[in-house]
């Protein structure tokens, strides 16, 4: 009885990825509106139509791309045409798995030095 809810799932996982940053709730939901009207602009659609990947230049179907901030909305990019690119579903997905990496690695940086160093010996 499964039915084709892949595309939903996939794309909720994809706002919670973002949403995992936190940060300025309102001023994320606004962008993501904007975001949004753009998928139905014709300037999306001929983007979408072009069918290149951003990332790996590849070629891909239209239902095969996603619309993908090349400055992630959680670090301070915007809804504009300007940086907003196609993005194939392998790029998307290793992109946000990539920022989510940065950023766990700088959170650690800030901890700095290990404090259970043994200085006595
Ligand atoms: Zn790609």
Redo the contacts with the bound molecule.
């Keep these: 009885m499964a039915k084709t809810r892949r595309k939903n799932l996939s794309r909720q996982k994809e706002s919670l990825a973002f949403e995992a940053f936190s940060g300025d709730e309102q001023d994320k939901r606004r962008e993501k509106n904007l975001a949004r009207d753009l998928r139905r602009t014709r300037w999306w659609k001929e983007k979408l139509a072009q069918g290149i990947?951003h990332?790996?230049k590849?070629t891909f179907a239209p239902e095969e791309l996603t619309m993908d901030h090349v400055v992630p909305l959680a670090q301070g990019g915007k809804s504009v045409k300007q940086n907003l690119v196609c993005?194939?579903k392998?790029?998307n997905t290793e992109k946000s798995y990539q920022y989510s990496m940065d950023f766990e690695n700088s959170r650690q940086e800030e901890q700095g030095p290990d404090p259970d160093q043994d200085e006595n010996s």
Aim: aromatic letters at 12%; charged letters at 0%; hydrophobic letters at 10%.
């Design positions: 990947c990332y790996c590849g993005a194939c392998n790029c």
